[in-house]
């Protein structure tokens, strides 16, 4: 899947080690919460990669230098509701100053066709980096609807996708319909199944980040 330019794969034996921890059914609630959040904050180390800095004069026991901080006000993180909220503290460990915008959004059973329920997202985020999470990126459809309404409706441009498995079909159709967005995932797995679920993927991430079945 490296042959989109705009899709990242992680291809690191640390964040390799954790999914097979988190694809395993014998896994807890409690241990996948904290899977989940690890794997984020690997994956956000090279995300935030090109976040802006300026420079500040610190005052060290010895003397004064120049270093260069992060701009605190330049990234909004944007959960979709429910498995996305698994992530935000992964982003929120090394960028603890984005603001978060929650979109709910869920996936018809029968059509798997993703309908929006719940959007409260931060002002004026036209300018900062919107960085989109969801662990599972299956069809692709709640993805690409997300940025569809950040783009339309809040006139975002930088936008990024974080996702931790994909289906090769969802990542193609994000990949391809979002060409400026740059998406970062953590595993391609083989196929979709006729339920929209990913093989072998890890089951339903928001019943097991919330204990819900
Ligand atoms: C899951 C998952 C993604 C979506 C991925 O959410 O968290 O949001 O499915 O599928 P797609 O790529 O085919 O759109 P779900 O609809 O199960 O809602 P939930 O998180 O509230 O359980
Ligand atoms: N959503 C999930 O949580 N898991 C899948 O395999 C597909 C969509």
Redesign the pocket.
Known sequence: MQKFENVRVFDHPLIAHKIALLRDEKTNTKHFRELVEEITALMAYEALKDVPTKKVTVKTPLESCTQNVVEDDSVVIVP?????LGMVNGVHTLFPTAKVGHIG???DEKS?L?QEYYCKLPDHIEDKICIVL??????????KATIDILKKKYGCKKIKLMSIIAAPE?LEAVATAHKDVKIFVSAVDRQLNEK?YILPGLG????RLFGTK
């Open positions: 979709i509701l429910r498995a996305g959004i869920y996936r798997l993703p969801d662990p599972m990126l299956a069809t692709g459809g709640s993805a969802g929209g339903d991430a928001g019943d």
